[in-house]
């Protein structure tokens, strides 16, 4: 199956996309996207990858669904278009962001910058139907971004993973605490981060100190 998808990333993951689970998912959302309106658009469904090369992955920051309001997602999690409104999930990251590290509110909500910079932004389900949370999950995206995972883990060291919230955690259980350093948190939406465990959590100067400790440039969150 001809998937498309940042070059690094295809030769990696060649062998998912010849499996059956991935065969049937593509067919699901193939005709999602063809009967309703889903998100995001279909050419930024890969975007994380796209934006954030195999060889310069250095941080994953691990999302569920993408947001399903429309002209908000844009394929990298907690992320959204240039001048759409900020969720109230990507208000608290930046909140927690100024109060870690001093950074302002920043005008944009894309994410882009910091993918840039080898910073994975991967949701577990990569599609959702308009206004309907979670209605593509359980079709295979999470057995995908597994595989992503434990390629992650298995071919590379010195990877920053923040797991946000309960969900982020069990589905990073796969990860090599002794080969990564793994951050965890409560997850950063209203509901979770206002009764604590969010906020002064200090993921971001935590990541770039690890990052420093190894020689590498800190993220320019």
């Known amino acids: 199956m001809d998937v498309r998808i940042e070059e690094s990333w295809k030769e990696r993951l ?17 005709e999602a996207y063809k009967t309703s309106v889903c998100y995001p658009p279909g050419k930024l469904i890969f975007n994380a990858f796209d934006k954030c090369p195999f060889s310069q992955t250095r941080v994953v920051i ?3 669904d993408p ?15 240039d001048g759409v409104t900020f969720p109230p999930s990507l208000i608290n990251i930046f909140k927690e962001l100024n109060e870690d590290l001093g950074i302002p509110m920043p005008k944009s909500g894309n994410l882009e ?7 994975l932004l991967l949701n577990a389900t990569l599609t959702v139907q308009a206004s309907m949370a979670g209605s593509h ?4 995206w999470e057995q995908f971004t597994d595989a992503v995972i434990r390629c992650i883990n298995e071919e590379k060291e010195g990877v920053v993973f923040m797991l946000w919230g309960k969900y982020a955690q069990d589905k990073g259980k796969i ?7 793994v951050l965890k948190s409560k997850h950063p939406s209203p509901m979770s981060a ?28």
């Open 14 to 30: 060649k062998n998912e996309f010849e499996k059956p689970y991935f065969e049937t998912l593509i067919s699901f959302v193939k």
């Open 175 to 181: 990860i090599d605490t002794n080969k990564h350093f």
């Open 67 to 81: 947001y399903h309001g429309a002209g908000q997602a844009n394929g990298l999690s907690f992320s959204v278009n």
């Open 137 to 140: 999950q359980n079709k295979g």
């Open 62 to 64: 691990l999302g569920q």
């Open 113 to 119: 910058r910091w993918a840039e910079q080898g910073v």
């Open 194 to 221: 206002n009764f604590g465990g969010w906020f002064g959590n200090k993921h971001f100067s935590q990541a770039n100190n690890y990052l420093i400790s190894r020689g590498q440039n800190p993220i320019e969150w």
